[in-house]
Every structure is written in structure tokens, then in C-alpha cells.
């Protein structure tokens, strides 16, 4: 029972991560922009860059995001085991959630919904992640990291297990009696 208790402290810990990751990529990528014109409100190539870099900005970050939840799991633990995993997946994953949840609720708005555009603003779209991969950077650096501190202990365990014997001197040579 303490293990799950602190297993779902460590996850919650580490989900929150997600709050101020979500506000650095609102402050840090530049979403994709529309352009208003007489046919309404339509993309250009260059202006389609952002599409990507919000993407890429939310890999990078969850790539961070799961290096830290990774080593906070690995040292705020109690016991090194393979029972970790699912707690870093989990927490990586509900800190990327709440990353994004962050963007859709203070990010731009969906520029379908834009009123009162005038001829030649640019209206910036949402926070879209619309590659799954870009989630997957998260959990599977959490789990990477983990996966290296439950080896790095077992391997600690290991030398610890292997003190030499002390040697038993049987008889003192004859030249010494």
C-alpha cells in the first residue's frame, strides 16, 4: 500500500510538470497564421511554417519534460525496480496532456471562430499536435531515463555483493616460526 501511495504522488508530481511546460511553448513556438483576404481567410507556404514549428517545439519539450520526470521518478523513489516504468509513462504522459490542454485554453482560438477580422490581419491558429510521434517523446524519454537508473542500480547492487572474503592464514611458513 505505501508503494501505491507514493507511486501516485510521484505521478502527480510529475504530470504537473505539464503547467509550465505548456506555458514555455505557448511563449516559445510560433503557431501557423491565416491570412484575411476578400475569399476569407487563407494560408501561404510561408505562413504554414508554423504548423511545424509548434509541432517540433512540443517534441523538443517533451523531450526535457521527460528527462526531468525520468530522473525525479528514479531519485525520489524508494526502491530502484521495474514497477517504475508504468509510473514515469504515466506521468510523462499526463504532464504531455496537460501541456496541451494548457495551449488550447490560453493559446490562440480557432480562427474559423475569428470575428471582426479585417482585410490583411493575420490570425494565428491553434496549438495543434497532429502528429502522435510528438506524444510519444515524452514517455519513452521518461522511460529511457528510468530504465538507466534501475540498471545503474542493479549494477551498484551487484558490486556490493562481490567484497572479497577475508584469507585465512592455515600455518606460518617454517621460517617464520
Known amino acids: 500500500m505505501y508503494y501505491m501511495k507514493n507511486d501516485a504522488r510521484l505521478v502527480a508530481m510529475a504530470s504537473l510538470l505539464g503547467l509550465p511546460a505548456g506555458l514555455v511553448w505557448l511563449k516559445w513556438a510560433t503557431p501557423a497564421q491565416w491570412l484575411a483576404t476578400e475569399r476569407g481567410l487563407v494560408m501561404t507556404e510561408e505562413l504554414a511554417a508554423g504548423q511545424f514549428d509548434v509541432v517540433a517545439a512540443f517534441t523538443v519539450i517533451g ?79 521518461a522511460l529511457f531515463i528510468v530504465t538507466v537508473a534501475i540498471y545503474i542500480d542493479e549494477d551498484l547492487e551487484d558490486l556490493t555483493d562481490l567484497e572479497p572474503e577475508p584469507r585465512k592464514l592455515e600455518s606460518l611458513p617454517s621460517s617464520l616460526e
Open 63 to 141: 523531450l526535457v519534460v521527460g528527462l526531468v520526470v525520468g530522473l525525479t521518478v528514479s531519485l525520489l523513489s524508494k526502491r530502484k525496480a521495474w514497477r517504475l516504468v508504468p509510473v514515469a509513462i504515466a506521468g510523462s504522459l499526463a504532464a504531455a496532456w496537460l501541456c496541451w490542454l494548457v495551449a488550447r485554453i490560453f493559446g490562440p482560438a480557432d480562427p474559423r471562430d475569428a470575428t471582426g477580422v479585417e482585410l490583411g490581419q493575420l490570425v494565428s491558429t491553434q496549438f495543434v499536435v497532429d502528429a502522435w510521434p510528438a506524444f510519444l517523446a515524452w514517455p519513452l524519454t
